[in-house]
């Protein structure tokens, strides 16, 4: 344990942000849970995937750590220090260790405010350099992000998705943070920018020495990138693991059917395989026992009363689901990929590499 | 591809229930055409993908036929498509009013776009019902909660009184479906249908349209930038780039046999769930837009394989086998490129 809190950045313990909404009912205020009881450790340098569907509490999850909101319960501790616990003066400083990137680069772009001036503030606002050096360092980031210089001068309404999304990490990465979180950040791009930019992530991530905290609803698209990955449902976390033996084997009927519900892109691999039914119940009142257990294919009737506790299975693992074992053993044979033709295995290779030496010849940029 | 006489292949293929012939557009004032050239078909019971990223024309495509595209400020430059032998392109607004919701339907990606919020979905279903059916109310009210439980909508009978923003995302995509299947529909197009949902729930929607599909024999045109999407559920497959088809065939050739650059570069940039295996291939840059178009081939300031000649010349659509075409001047690419070379 000692040897493993040394490298831990940011931790949560047993948070919880209750959301208070709508009419009194039978004299009390009903409330959303929308985070309830989450404890995790992020490791200094890696990449922690937050996956889950839409509604699961992940976005609260993230504002959480960084404390664009405060928690209902619990704390975040940051380089030793609560920070759900900071005077705002002093969150505020700390804001430029601390960055996130927003899921709809359109909304958290404001219209009115030139692209230089959008990169620009988080180093004025951390009263970074005088106004030469930062408009130059504004033009470095631009082109670090794959656009060109040039582009300061112009609005977010000029450009594509996937451009915002490279103006909005630049935006992050300006004020020279440690832990940047992604909310989302390649969710509402096509399949070939979410490539591109889940790259560039990964270069800046070496190069700035980053921390990273990715949040998907996806399991593929975190897949290449993510070192540990935590699994939440209806506000908890449900399982957490390192990202190969998280994939290899998951434990918990929720990330198995995660899993199984991504689109292989093989005709042979045309599922008729079980798939989750429903939607997310509602977090104003959360299914009693297991909280998976309204769509869980593995309920039988201790589900649906007692809740299981958030265990370790292994080290590094964590379950909360009483059958875990009987998922381990049944396996996830139906998620082998088909292989490719030979034919199409030949092409691919040969896009591949003409792409690489093409992308390594010429500099990186534009798009 | 392309017959002006009334020479369909006999026999050997079905009969395509909507046959789109060379059909291009653009929107007044612009330099060159947003579609260009487009030719495809679908017959009942075939599901088409038409597959390519955003800005391709896939939806001005769509809206095109089924008389939804604001003319002007976009025109008609030339092609035809026909449907139950008539010309879809031809046909006066009102014609084309009667068709649409009845003989052929279409499904949007945001159903909050096209739901109408101050009704509730058992009005909007029964409304389009009266529309196009003389029949009661009653009776259309009947035929809704039918078609809300042919979508599997959890206890039909009650969210018949829900309005749109009562229901989450997957339940109004759901009954998006039941309006569009309302009329029993010969063609339905699926603009871009999962896109904006969980995986899990775009699993439950594409399953859902497969058995529908099989029950009532429409034909499908669906709309998608996801390959896997296309995976899941295609018959046939047309590769869309800049307003162009680059690459059509049976799925299975798409997949096993993919000849376009640009295909290869989308199937590429599928994340898969597979091993950890160094970075994702891309496709640099972007889909170019209506004035900025390349001459040539439009995919050639991305293509790793472009060349002088790939800058000035637009390469055709050629068959490489039999119903699978691609417009790539070095298809096949390991003849000209040799072996990782
Ligand atoms: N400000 C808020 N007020 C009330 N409910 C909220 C608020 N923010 C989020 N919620 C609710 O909390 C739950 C979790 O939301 P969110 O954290 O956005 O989930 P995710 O990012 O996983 O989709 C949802 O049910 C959502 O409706
Ligand atoms: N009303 C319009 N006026 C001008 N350009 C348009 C209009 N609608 C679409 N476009 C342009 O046409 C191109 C194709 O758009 P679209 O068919 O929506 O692509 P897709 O559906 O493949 O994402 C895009 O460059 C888009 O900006
Ligand atoms: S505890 Fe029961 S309901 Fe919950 S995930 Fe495990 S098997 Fe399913
Ligand atoms: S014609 Fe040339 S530019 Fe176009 S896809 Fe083929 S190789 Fe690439
Ligand atoms: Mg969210
Ligand atoms: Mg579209």
Redesign the interface.
């Known amino acids: 344990m000692s040897s493993d809190t040394r490298d831990v950045i940011l931790e949560a313990r047993n948070l919880a942000k209750r959301f208070p909404v709508g009419m009194k009912l039978f004299g009390e205020r009903q409330s959303v849970r929308a985070v309830d009881g989450v404890s995790l450790k992020v490791h200094r340098g890696e990449t922690l995937a937050v996956v889950g569907e839409s509604g699961c509490g992940k976005s609260t999850l993230a504002r959480l750590l960084l404390r664009l909101i405060d928690p209902s319960e619990g704390e975040v501790f940051y380089g030793g220090r609560n920070i759900a616990a900071l005077p705002r003066a002093e969150m505020r400083r700390l804001r430029k260790d601390l960055q996130f990137v927003f899921q709809d680069p359109f909304s958290s772009l404001n219209p009115r405010m030139s692209v230089g001036a959008i990169i620009e503030e988080p180093m004025r606002v951390h009263g970074l350099g005088n106004a030469a050096w930062r408009r130059e360092e504004v033009a470095r980031l631009l082109t670090r992000v794959g656009l060109r210089a040039e582009f300061a001068d112009r609005y977010p309404h000029e450009f594509s998705g996937g451009q915002r999304q490279r103006i909005g990490i630049a935006r992050a990465l300006a004020s020279g943070p440690k832990v940047l979180i992604g909310d989302e950040p390649v969710s509402a791009l096509d399949v070939s920018i979410q490539a591109q930019v889940i790259n560039l992530l990964e270069d800046l991530k070496q190069e700035y020495d980053l921390t990273l905290v990715l949040i998907a609803h996806d399991l593929a698209v975190i897949r290449h990138m993510s070192d540990r990955v935590a699994v939440m449902y209806l506000g908890e976390i449900v399982e957490e693991g390192a990202t190969a033996a998280l994939y290899a084997a998951p434990l918990h009927p929720y990330t198995r059917a995660l899993m199984q519900a991504i689109p292989i892109p093989s005709p042979r691999a045309r599922k008729a395989a079980v798939k989750l039914t429903g939607d997310v119940p509602s977090p104003l009142a959360p299914p009693s026992g297991c909280r998976f257990h309204t769509r869980c294919p593995l309920a039988d009737l201790r589900c649906a009363v007692d809740r299981p506790a958030l265990q370790d299975v292994e080290p590094g693992r964590r379950v909360a689901c009483h059958h875990w074992q009987r998922v381990a053993k049944e396996g996830t044979a139906a998620l082998a990929e088909p292989e490719a033709s030979q034919a199409a295995r030949r092409r691919l290779s040969l896009y591949r590499d003409r792409s690489e030496r093409q992308q390594n010849s010429v500099p990186q940029s534009e798009s | 591809m392309q017959s002006d006489t009334a020479t369909l292949p006999a026999a050997a293929s079905r009969t395509p229930l909507l046959a789109v012939e060379d059909l291009a557009l653009r929107f007044g004032g612009s330099a060159s055409n947003v579609v260009d050239g487009v030719s495809f078909d679908v017959a009942a019971g075939e599901t088409l993908c038409i597959v390519g ?3 391709c024309g896939k939806s001005v495509t769509s809206l095109a036929l089924m008389g939804l595209l604001p003319m002007p400020p976009a025109e008609i430059v030339r092609g035809r498509a026909l449907f139950e032998g008539r010309d879809l392109l031809a046909l006066s607004r009102r014609e084309i009013g009667k068709l649409r919701g009845d003989r052929m339907a279409m499904i949007f990606q945001e159903p909050m776009t096209s739901l109408n919020p101050v009704y509730t979905v058992g009005d909007q279903i029964a409304e389009i019902v009266r529309r196009h059916r003389p029949v009661g109310r009653t009776e259309a009210r009947a035929r809704a909660l039918e078609m809300l439980e042919r979508v599997k909508v ?1 206890a039909a009978k009650r969210r018949l009184d829900d309005y749109p923003h009562q229901m ?4 109004r995509q759901r009954v998006m479906i039941a309006m569009a299947l309302a009329n029993d529909p010969r063609l339905l197009i699926a603009d871009e249908p999962t896109t904006a949902l ?7 929607i ?2 859902l349209m497969r058995e529908l599909q099989q029950e009532t024999g429409t034909a499908l045109i669906l709309i998608t ?8 559920i ?1 018959d046939k497959v047309a590769v869309m780039y800049a307003g162009r088809i680059v690459e059509t065939g049976p ?2 050739a798409i ?5 376009h ?1 640009y295909t ?14 160094g ?8 889909v170019p837009t209506v004035d900025r178009m390349p001459a040539g081939c439009r995919f050639a300031p991305r293509c ?2 472009a060349d002088a000649a790939c800058r000035t010349e637009v390469p055709p659509l050629a068959e490489v086998a039999a119903g699978h075409a691609a417009a790539c001047r070095y298809a ?3 003849r000209h ?1 040799g ?3």
């Open positions: 990223e955003s800005g959890p989450s995302g997957g339940m969980d995986v899990t729930i775009q699993a439950q594409l399953d930038h996801d390959l896997g999407v296309v995976a899941e295609a799925v299975g997949f096993d046999d993919p000849q650059p290869l570069g989308l199937i590429s940039s599928v994340p898969s769930l597979g091993e950890r295996g970075r994702l291939a891309t496709i640099p840059g972007m790793p394989f096949p690419l390991e490129f072996d990782a070379a």
